[in-house]
């Protein structure tokens, strides 16, 4: 699944269409209220460390996520929230699309948010990785 793809599928989930389906019988859901209205620059920017080699655990600095998405510090912890809102559900799985383990403030005043990738997700930027490892080489 490309990129675009899943921007598609999760701004629709966001707006509040349920009936998207994924090849792989995935539907996504929005549990909670945190509203953002366009995740895609924020959630572009964690796949950007993922593809990285961060991997599926992710450790970042709120601003220098906003710096690197081109938003607000602010709207990066809205976009945060509301993606850890969206769920993958399909007759196997049930999960966040993504999971905030940890928020922090340190002695340095600098706010960090430890977030994993969901398993489904993982599996399709290992792809994408993959791919640019390949086409690379």
Excluded: K
């Amino acid at each position: 699944m490309t990129r675009e793809a899943m921007y598609r599928f999760i701004q629709a989930c966001i707006g509040g269409r349920v009936d998207d389906v994924t090849e792989e019988g995935i539907s996504f859901y929005r549990r909670g209220a945190h509203a953002s209205h366009d995740l895609a620059p924020v959630l572009d920017a964690l796949i950007e460390r993922f593809l990285s080699g961060s991997g599926r655990e992710v450790h970042v600095n709120v601003v220098d996520l906003a710096d690197d998405a081109g938003v607000r510090p602010y709207e990066a912890v809205q976009a945060l929230l509301a993606l850890s809102d969206i769920f993958l559900v399909s007759n196997y799985i049930e999960e966040r699309l993504i999971t905030i383990q940890q928020m922090e403030i340190d002695a340095l005043r600098t706010f960090s948010v430890r977030i994993v990738f969901s398993a489904w997700l993982s599996h399709h930027l290992d792809d994408v990785c993959n791919l640019r490892r390949h086409q690379a080489g």
